[in-house]
């Protein structure tokens, strides 16, 4: 797909992460908490995930449909909206399955830890590569960008299917007090998110200013070079994350 392309998928995929930062509001955060705790959250808590999934998917339904597209074209003027539609479900597929990770953490030894992080760009690589394969993926126009977006949401969502499949009985699916351990999950982790909320936006900003002011074949050559700088960074986490 070339630069432009690369650039097309990162500004579809910049509202849904952007918008991200505030929807999730340090549930995730405090799911490698509450679980391993409290007895009572970690019985409830596929329950009260899958209530913050619907609530997510509502929400994205509507910002996907036909009353939100001029609101779309005015802040993303380049992407069009099938590049933005199956973006956005990238918001409750990843929010979920990172409060979902970080609860399998909680309650795992260190061998599961590495194991759960593969899960989703395993799902994202394999998933590619078999389109590839199997001839379902134009290399050129729109269609392949369109199915290259929708692996990120499909991916997150096969990661979090397996992980509760690898998890068993250790986190049973019970709906009764689901709204109450949602709230308590993000009356826990809401603090901590709000200060880390700017530095998460930082992250951002950078992308936001280059789509706006440039086109997207130079959005994508940064999103590349950032990349590979983000590299060093990936490689100092574990360690920091072990501690």
Not at 218 to 236: K, M, P, Q, R, T
Request: charge should be neutral; charged fraction near 10%; glycine fraction near 8%.
């Amino acid at each position: 797909f070339g630069a432009a392309g690369k650039g097309h998928v990162a500004e579809a995929l910049l509202p849904a992460t952007t918008l991200m930062l505030f929807i999730k509001f340090g549930i995730d955060t405090a799911s490698a908490i509450g679980p391993r705790r409290d007895p009572v959250i970690r019985e409830g808590f596929l329950g009260a995930l899958f209530l913050y999934f619907i609530v997510c998917s509502t929400l994205v339904l509507l910002l996907s449909s036909g009353a939100c597209a001029d609101a779309w074209d005015t802040v993303l003027p380049n992407v069009p909206m099938s590049f933005i539609a199956p973006a956005l479900w990238l918001i409750p597929f990843q929010v979920c399955h990172d409060a979902l990770m970080n609860a399998v953490l909680g309650m795992s030894t260190f061998v599961r830890f590495n194991l759960v992080k593969l899960f989703q760009p395993m799902a994202f690589s394999l998933s590619l590569v078999a389109l590839l394969l199997g001839g379902w993926l134009p290399l050129d126009g729109s269609a392949g960008l369109v199915r290259v977006i929708w692996l990120y949401p499909i991916s997150y969502a096969f990661a979090g299917l397996l992980m509760i499949l690898l998890s068993g009985s250790a986190l049973p699916f019970v709906m009764r007090g689901s709204l109450g351990i949602c709230l308590s999950l993000l009356r826990m982790g809401g603090p901590i998110h709000l200060a880390f909320l700017l530095l998460y936006l930082n992250r951002r900003i950078d992308t936001w200013v280059i789509q706006r002011f440039l086109d997207p074949e130079d959005n994508g050559i940064y999103a590349v070079v950032v990349a590979y700088l983000e590299v060093a960074w990936f490689v100092s986490r574990p360690m920091s994350s072990l501690v």
